[in-house]
Structure formats: structure tokens, C-alpha cells
């Protein structure tokens, strides 16, 4: 017990250490944890911990991730993903294995042995790929998409895979040993199917898909309202795990991978009433598991080993990654996938895999792989793993702000000069134009969305395509004698340049800038801005307002009370702007969080005596 809680001790301080660390460098959570393992790895060693053991425990922290993503995923969703499943995925899995394999046997590998080693370096990480698409935002762009296509058909490919291995058996090969055999049944769960005809091994697979189908569509609503009649979270918490782990455990009795059984499970349910319940409940484990997961990753490579054949695994690892980059390249410009969004999948899928791990365990225990190799593949696999965080920083930081600078073009002439321009055309920009045309005052808008502005001009509006933020798109726009300048454009950086621009050069012109939020509306009154709106306060104030009259209030004190409470605000907004240093963090102002303190002590009085007012002048 003591040994046990040491280890999680060890690991969550580890955790808690290197991921905020990681975070706050820019190298991203994922990062953050492999290198917590590798520094980890002398200590674990010390402490006799089976890292092996502990890997394959983590693991099911993909389970998880993969039933998440089934529950934001509808069914009608993943049938219009059909084409990209079998052409994307397919596509990459057989000529990845195909190429790898020749590049393996030019090097003077035995065929057989050349063709698992492609099998096992054409899968991709599933685990890293995921949690960095979700970490980052990219899951639903189409690169996101694409990726996540080509990951979901891996996970099948691995149940193709293991039933292959043992064929490519070679005689004069011996096993390498027990640890391999263990390593390998501890995943393939030497499942019931295996002892079962062939035919009838297909029917209880197939029968067990059907069952996860059949509990999700019909039994679960039941079961999860008859748990949530207990009202004890707990209990909904333990059935939402039961839940996963039932499913896990099915599919591996099966033959199937757990995680492909647990995604399936998730799109059946992403149209329960419960799915958010659910999301809430498990993301947590998902989350640690996942922790754990990198850190085992980290802490499993053999310094020693590696040291030793550095030269090779060095050779093999960018053998690896360049040519899963040039085929990962070359099947998203086939698919017509966009610049960036290509790059994103080239970069964010050229390494092996965590199923890596499984398959080379099981082919040397089939004789398909010599214990040499083994070892080597070993490194290969978490080599590449560690390396693919830096693929993503690669992208974040210099791939797609490149080709976000490319995709502006060539912007439009503008031919007019108005008095009002308005830089943004979505949907803050594009009210505040028809509110201002419909008033007959004519208005130059400019946006660089060009998708968004073709839809627009179809409906009949003018709205020029362009960077607002370019200073000689401003002069052609007659900024040198317009009266009002609207920034609602929806970066903030943007924001920023174009209100800290125009405010400097232009001084006697009128701006009116969106903020997002309130730390923002500091921000632009430090750069000299006054007319300033936070794009959620209106509705903020209607829904205050929608509450009080909930409550009994009658319309027009609501309003009143609703205008006294904006006031107050807008003049403390005022009188702490002067104590903003755009150098400290918002949270770490000390006196301007003193002074905001002093302002409530002063002002919630005579606001509280000012709604009383208003609520007996209602009476």
C-alpha cells in the first residue's frame, strides 16, 4: 500500500510540475508530461516500478477519448465522413505499410519481417495526435477531421494486423522470451473468438458490435434515469464508468480493440439527453489516464539502448517521419485538403503509434520479428512520439502563420470614400452596417474572410476584401477624412494593431472598438481608445434585466434597476483603468485589485439604496 501510494505521489507531483511549465514555454501539455517521465525513468527504475504494466493500465485513458469524441460525433456525421474514412485512412495505412516495408527490405530485411515492420511504423498515435487537436482547437478543422478519419481506420487496421502477424511467422525464429508473451496477451486479451471456427469467431464479433448498438440506442436512457433517480453524483459517475469499461471489456473478449468499441458506444449515444453528463463525468479520468499514459512513454525509452544505437535509431526515426510526412502530404492534396490544413495533417501524424508497442510485442512472440529488431523498433516508436509535440510547435508557430499571410491575397480596390468605415463584416460588423444603412448613412466595410464575403454579396451587401489593419488599405478607404472608424473585427491582435494604429495617426478620428472581454476594454483604453463595447455586455445586461423581471419585477423598474447597475459600472470601469499596467497580469495588479475592493466597499451601499428606490417607485 505504501509502495502505491508513493508511485502516485511521485507521479502527480511530476505532473503537476512539468505540465505548467511546459504550458507556460509554449511546448504544449503533451510535451510536458514525456519529459516528466523521462526524468522520471532513473527513479522508477529504483523503485523496481513495471513501467510496462503501467502503460498498458494508462492506456485505457485512449478508451476514453475515443468514447468523448463518439458522443460529439452524430451518426449522420460519421456517414458523411465515409469517403475520407476509407480513402484517407485506407489509402494511408496501405501504401504507408507498403512503402515502409520496401525501404525495410532494400536495408536487408527478410520480406516477412520487412512487411510487420511496415504494419507496425504505418500506425500513428492516437493518444497524442487527439489530445493536441483537442488541446489546441484543431479537432474540427479539416485537417483535424482528416486526421482524426485516418487514426479512427488505424485502430481497425490493428485488429487486421494481429490476425496477419501470425502468418508471417518465420520457423528458424525462435520467441524472445516470456516478457513478450506477456506484453502481448496483456493487449490482444487472448480473446474468446480465437478458440472459435472462423465463422463463428466473425458472428460473435459482429453479434458484440450489434449488443454495444443495441444497449446504447435502447437500455441506456433507462439505466442512466433510473441511477440519476438516486440524485447521489456519484452513483452517475460509477455508471458512466461501468458503462466504458463494460464496453472495453466486451470488445476485448472479442477480439476488437477497446477503443474502437468505446467510440462506437459514443456516437450511439451522442443523441442522449444524458451526453453532456456523461462528457462531464469521464473527462477527468480521461485526462489523467492520458497524463500517465505520456509519462509512461517518457519514462520507457532505454537511455542505455539508445545510446548504444544511437546512429540507427536516429537513421530509422527520420526514415520514418520523412516518409510518412511525403505520403501523409501527398493523400491530402489528393483530397483536396487546404494548405495549412495539409500541413497539419503531414506534421501531426508522422509518427508511429502506441499500438506500435502491441505489435511489436506480438510478432516477436509469433517468431515474425528477431528480439534485435525488436529493441530497436522499440526506440523508434517513443522516439518518434517524443519528437511529434515539436512537429506541432513547427506548425503552430511557423506553418500556419505563413499560410495564414498567404491566404489574404491580393485585397480589393476600394473605390469610394465614406465617413464611416467599418473593418469586420461578421457577426458584430455586419448589424452595425444594416443599422447604419438602414439609416441612410453610407458605410465602407472591409474584411479578409473571403468565404464569409461571398456569401454576403450575395445577399447584396458591399463589403470590400482586405487586411483593415494595413495602413494603405485605410488611406484608399479615406481614413484621412472619415469621421468614425468601427473595429469589429473578432481577433484580438487585430483589434489591437488597427485601434493602436488609427488612435496614433489619426487623432481627431471617432473609434468605436469591440472588446472581447473586460480585460480587453483595459487594454484599448491604455492605447487611447474611449468608445469602447464588450461584445457580450449588452446581452449580459438583457439577460440581468430578463432576471429581475423573472422574479416579480415589472418591466420598466427592471430597466431602471438595469441602467443604475450599468452606470455604477461604467464609472468604476473608468476609475480603474487608470491603475492598468498592461506589463502585469489583470489577477496579479495588486493595486489594482486594492482599488476595486475600495470601490465596492463605497459604491455597492448606494447602489443597493439606489434599486430599493426604483423598486418602491414601481410598487
Not at 361 to 387: E, I, K, Q, R, Y
Not at 414 to 440: C, T
Not at 500 to 511: D, E, K, R, T, W
Request: aromatic residues 10%.
Amino acid at each position: 500500500m505504501t509502495g502505491l501510494l508513493l508511485l502516485a505521489f511521485i507521479l502527480l507531483v511530476a505532473g503537476v510540475i512539468a505540465v505548467p511549465l511546459a504550458t507556460r514555454l509554449g511546448l504544449g501539455s503533451v510535451l510536458g508530461y514525456l519529459l516528466a517521465g523521462m526524468a522520471l525513468s532513473p527513479l522508477l527504475g529504483f523503485l523496481g516500478v513495471d513501467v510496462v504494466s503501467l502503460q498498458h493500465f494508462a492506456e485505457f485513458g485512449v478508451v476514453m477519448m475515443l468514447f468523448l469524441i463518439g458522443l460529439d460525433l452524430k451518426p449522420k456525421r460519421l456517414w458523411e465522413m465515409r469517403k475520407r474514412l476509407i480513402g484517407l485512412g485506407g489509402g494511408q495505412v496501405v501504401i504507408t505499410t507498403a512503402v515502409i516495408a520496401c525501404i525495410s527490405l532494400v536495408s536487408g530485411y527478410e520480406w516477412r519481417t520487412a512487411l510487420a515492420i511496415g504494419m507496425i511504423l504505418a500506425l500513428s498515435s492516437t493518444a497524442i495526435v487527439l489530445q493536441t487537436l483537442e488541446e489546441k482547437g484543431w479537432l474540427k478543422r479539416p485537417g483535424g477531421e482528416a486526421s482524426f478519419s485516418i487514426l479512427l481506420v488505424q485502430d481497425v487496421a490493428v485488429i487486421l494486423m494481429l490476425a496477419v502477424m501470425p502468418l508471417l511467422a518465420m520457423p528458424d525464429l525462435a520467441a524472445t522470451g516470456a516478457e513478450a508473451a506477456s506484453q502481448s496477451d496483456a493487449h490482444s486479451g487472448m480473446s474468446l473468438v480465437n478458440h472459435l471456427p472462423a465463422w463463428l469467431g466473425g458472428l460473435v464479433t459482429v453479434g458484440a458490435v450489434a449488443l454495444v448498438v443495441f444497449i446504447g440506442t435502447y437500455l441506456s436512457r433507462p439505466i442512466f434515469r433510473y441511477v440519476a433517480s438516486a440524485d447521489l453524483r456519484e452513483l452517475f459517475t460509477a455508471i458512466a464508468l461501468l458503462f466504458v469499461v463494460g464496453i472495453a471489456l466486451l470488445m476485448v473478449l472479442v477480439g476488437l480493440s477497446p477503443a474502437l468499441g468505446a467510440f462506437i458506444a459514443g456516437v450511439v449515444l451522442a443523441n442522449s439527453e444524458y451526453r453532456h453528463e456523461l462528457e462531464a463525468d469521464i473527462s477527468p479520468f480521461k485526462g489523467l489516464l492520458l497524463g500517465l499514459f505520456f509519462i509512461t512513454v517518457g519514462a520507457g525509452i532505454d537511455f542505455a539502448l539508445a545510446a548504444e544505437q544511437f546512429g540507427s535509431v536516429l537513421f530509422w526515426t527520420s526514415v520514418l517521419i520523412a516518409t510518412k510526412m511525403t505520403i501523409l502530404f501527398l493523400i491530402g492534396k489528393f483530397f483536396d485538403l487546404h494548405k495549412q490544413d495539409r500541413w497539419l495533417l503531414t506534421l501531426g501524424l508522422a509518427q508511429a503509434g502506441e499500438f506500435g508497442f502491441v505489435l511489436i510485442a506480438f510478432a516477436t512472440t509469433n517468431s515474425v520479428l528477431p528480439g534485435d529488431t525488436a529493441s530497436l523498433l522499440l526506440l523508434v516508436v517513443a522516439f518518434s512520439m517524443l519528437v511529434t509535440p515539436l512537429l506541432f510547435i513547427v506548425y503552430d508557430r511557423f506553418v500556419a502563420p505563413m499560410y495564414s499571410r498567404s491566404d489574404v491575397g491580393e485585397a480589393d480596390t476600394i473605390d469610394e470614400k465614406n465617413e464611416i468605415i467599418i473593418a469586420g463584416r461578421g457577426r458584430v460588423g455586419g448589424i452595425v452596417d444594416r443599422m447604419l444603412q438602414s439609416a441612410d448613412y453610407n458605410t465602407t466595410v472591409i474584411d479578409y474572410d473571403s468565404k464569409h464575403l461571398d456569401i454576403v454579396r450575395k445577399f447584396g451587401f458591399r463589403t470590400y476584401f482586405g487586411d483593415a489593419t494595413r495602413p494603405d488599405l485605410l488611406r484608399a478607404a479615406g481614413i484621412e477624412k472619415a469621421k468614425l472608424l468601427i473595429v469589429a473585427l473578432d481577433r484580438r491582435e487585430s483589434i489591437d494593431k488597427l485601434v493602436a494604429y488609427a488612435g496614433s495617426n489619426y487623432p481627431g478620428l471617432h473609434i468605436i472598438a469591440r472588446a472581447l472581454d473586460r480585460n480587453h476594454v483595459f487594454d484599448l483604453w491604455s492605447m487611447g481608445a474611449r468608445d469602447i463595447i464588450r461584445e457580450t455586455y449588452d446581452s449580459s445586461l438583457r439577460m440581468g434585466r430578463s432576471a429581475f423581471e423573472a422574479l416579480g419585477i415589472d418591466r420598466q423598474s427592471a430597466q431602471d434597476m438595469t441602467d443604475a447597475w450599468e452606470e455604477m459600472d461604467r464609472r468604476s470601469l473608468r476609475e480603474v483603468a487608470d491603475y492598468y499596467d498592461p506589463g502585469i497580469p489583470f489577477h496579479e495588479n495588486a493595486p489594482l485589485i486594492a482599488r476595486i475592493k475600495e470601490l465596492r466597499e463605497e459604491w455597492d451601499p448606494v447602489l443597493r439604496e439606489q434599486m430599493d428606490d426604483i423598486l418602491k417607485r414601481g410598487k
